[in-house]
Nanobody
């Protein structure tokens, strides 16, 4: 089972930026789908952005389109999520996952790491 570690979260003012990183400690990030998910306080986990490594298709949730960018550096075994123009509603714990569709965020079989906390204050 792949072990992914998220990092890069923090507290920023509205309009600020962060770059989240997801590193595979034991396996290469050679999966069909790579993605970022988040869980806001009191809400269900949702898919934020997912990348199909086979054809390069990228999904972004409507709420983050134009502000977030997903990318992968295969040489570093690392996936990134650039968060720009952050809003208070982006606050939550962000998780990365492999081989999980963004639409499958509530799959009870999915396993999650500790995530990284993003807090946006106005």
């Amino acid at each position: 089972q792949v072990h992914l570690v998220e990092s890069g979260g923090g507290s920023v003012q509205s309009g600020g930026s962060l770059r989240l990183s997801c590193t595979a400690s034991k396996f290469s990030l050679d999966y069909f789908i790579l993605g970022w998910f988040r869980q806001a306080p009191g809400k269900e986990r949702e898919g934020v952005s997912c990348l199909s490594t086979s054809d390069g298709d990228i999904y972004y949730a409507d709420s983050v389109k134009g502000r977030f960018t997903i990318s992968v550096d295969n040489a570093k075994n690392t996936m990134y999520l650039q968060l720009n123009n952050l809003k208070p509603e982006d606050t939550g714990v962000y998780y990365c996952a492999a081989d999980l569709l963004c639409s499958d965020a509530l799959n009870p079989s999915a396993s999650w790491g500790q995530g990284t906390q993003v807090t946006v204050f106005s």
